[in-house]
């Protein structure tokens, strides 16, 4: 497929990529014998196995290498406690030696590439094209970042009590499709990632969020991510809840 690379903008051969890496949807499928469950948000849909790993022809060759080399398998492995130093406490998990701002663009490199797909999972997140241009141009050419530039809120999934056929694994295979909010003066796209929960704000900062250790920002020198159980998150929550009730009536579709 000969087109322009979204990312270097030149006209090139395109590959199959992943927004969010191939290899978190590589461990969820087989946890699932090759392949996960789809859940619908609603009392009828009965849940559905799938193979979609929610790719798009967006990059040629050389782009997907830089994205993978420069910030993939770092941060994925920084998550998986491969690198820098893991503290976990009574209230949460601290990632200690480590590049924030390395750490904060390749939080952006996947907003990035969320925002630019047109994979339907991808279809309720879509930047004003400033943005988009913006982030690119930090991403490609490693800019520096303005301390403030994009706060983040990331939270690490538990479930602090048990939930009858939701175990406390099942967080680290939860793939949900990304959603905005909209606040009163700002706005933030969400995702979940190797049982992280991630928050991205952008234009601006909402006030209730400034003075939560959790929030992510140029000025720190650790990051922290507070327990929040998944069913915390309203936007998924009810989703999780009804198909937790189709398993347990045996409405599962095909594949």
């Known amino acids: ?31 699932g014998s090759g392949q996960a469950v789809v859940l619908v948000g609603d009392d009828v849909t009965p849940n559905v196995l799938s193979q979609d790993s929610w790719s798009d022809y967006l990059l040629c060759g050389d782009c997907e290498r830089f994205l993978n080399e420069a910030y993939d398998e770092w941060g994925l492995r920084l998550l998986r406690g491969k690198i820098g130093q ?17 750490f904060r663009k390749w939080i952006l490199s996947l907003m990035w590439r969320i925002s630019i797909s047109g994979h339907k999972s991808y279809s309720n997140v879509n930047f004003p094209r400033e943005i988009e241009d913006h982030l690119r141009s930090v991403i490609l050419n490693q800019l520096p970042m303005c301390r403030f530039d994009y706060p983040m809120v990331i939270t690490r999934l538990r479930t602090p009590q048990p939930v009858p056929g939701f175990s406390e694994s099942d967080t680290r295979t939860i793939q949900a499709a990304p959603f905005a909010r909209q606040y009163p003066v700002a706005r ?23 003075k939560k250790p959790q929030v992510l920002t140029g000025n720190n020198s650790a990051v922290f991510c507070l327990y929040q159980s998944p069913f915390d998150i309203k936007e998924f929550s009810e989703t999780l809840g009804q198909a937790l009730a189709k398993e347990s009536g045996g409405r599962n579709g095909p594949a």
């Open 86 to 102: 893991l503290h976990r406490s009574e209230s949460g998990v601290t990632f200690h030696n480590l590049d924030i701002n390395r």
């Open 188 to 210: 933030s796209v969400c995702f979940v990632m190797i049982g992280f929960f991630v928050e991205v704000f952008f234009e601006s900062f909402p006030k209730t969020y400034r």
């Open 1 to 31: 497929m000969q087109t322009v690379c979204k990312l270097c903008r030149q006209p090139k051969a395109l590959v199959n990529s992943h927004s969010i890496p191939d290899s978190l949807f590589r461990q969820i499928f087989k946890a």
